[in-house]
């Protein structure tokens, strides 16, 4: 069994910044990506960011400049750091990872809300 915990989330007015987490746990075999996905209602589920074992990392254009990834193999945990936000970031933000078999795995999700 593979567990992703998510945290992190929550209320925050627009200009302002929060820190998700998302530390795996399990049968990881060997993590090749790990990234973060999100959906606000009405709309298909969008990736924002990826960061592979090697630390090259892709972004959103939406987000570039503003987001930035992370992560720590030691722990199997990814961080993305969310600065400048804006309303249009509303949604409930999915950690997932891919590992060496190429099997994905996903987080139950947290919300992040950008509202004054």
């Known amino acids: 069994q593979v567990q992703l915990v998510e945290s992190g989330g929550g209320l925050v007015q627009p200009g302002g910044s929060l820190r998700l987490s998302c530390a795996a746990s399990?049968?990881?075999?060997?993590?090749?990506?790990m990234g973060w996905y999100r959906q606000s209602p009405g709309k298909e589920r969008e990736l924002v960011a990826r960061?592979?074992?090697?630390?090259?990392?892709d972004y959103a254009d939406s987000v570039k400049g503003r987001f930035t990834i992370s992560r720590d193999n030691a722990k199997n945990t990814a961080y993305l750091q969310m600065d400048s936000l804006k309303p249009e970031d509303t949604a409930i933000y999915y950690c997932?990872?891919?590992?060496?078999?190429?099997?994905?795995?996903w987080g139950q999700g947290t919300q992040v809300t950008v509202s004054s």
């Open positions: 997932t990872i891919v590992n060496r078999l190429n099997k994905w795995y």
């Open positions: 399990g049968s990881l075999f060997s993590i090749d990506l």
């Open positions: 960061i592979t074992s090697g630390g090259r990392t």
